[in-house]
């Protein structure tokens, strides 16, 4: 069963927000975001070879990696603010082609029961061009692309 990304960018504000559930217990989904050797076999979309040089998943820790493809690298840093297991993250975001452009994001990870879960999240930008940019980037086709990656790791966790 594939579950549906929900993306939207409410009018009047900085935001994007998601909503996306998985058929797996949300000790899985928030292990598959903590454990590095678990993201890279997830996040970004198809295509893209990802190395990881900093992965420190504790509240203050830091986090750098690379995605690459035959268009070149590109580089994501940022840092973890706030990690509560199993349940809420908030991370800065910088893509290094577009610095000084750092996004705060929160993600919630729900517990719905049956083996079930829910990560809500709500990234905030620096301006209304930033935001707009990523959203015209692909970027909601990537995050379906990694989801649906993140949906066959999870079958195995």
Known sequence: MTNA??????????????????????????????????????????????????WNFTSHGGYRYTHSNDQGTFGFNGT???VR???????????????????????WFEDLGNGRSR????????NTEARDALLSSGMEGGMTEGYEKLDELLKNL
């Open 85 to 107: 297991d199993n349940e809420f993250i908030v991370q800065t975001f910088e893509f290094e082609g577009a610095p000084d452009m750092v996004n705060i994001e929160y993600m």
């Open 5 to 54: 990304l929900d993306l939207t960018a409410p009018v009047d504000t900085l935001a994007m927000e998601f909503t996306r559930e998985f058929d797996a217990p949300v000790e899985a989904l928030f292990r598959a975001h903590a454990d590095p050797e678990l993201v890279k076999q997830w996040l970004g979309p198809h295509g893209l070879e990802m190395e990881i040089s900093e």
């Open 80 to 82: 973890f603010h706030t």
């Open 119 to 126: 990560l809500r999240g709500r990234s905030i930008c620096p």
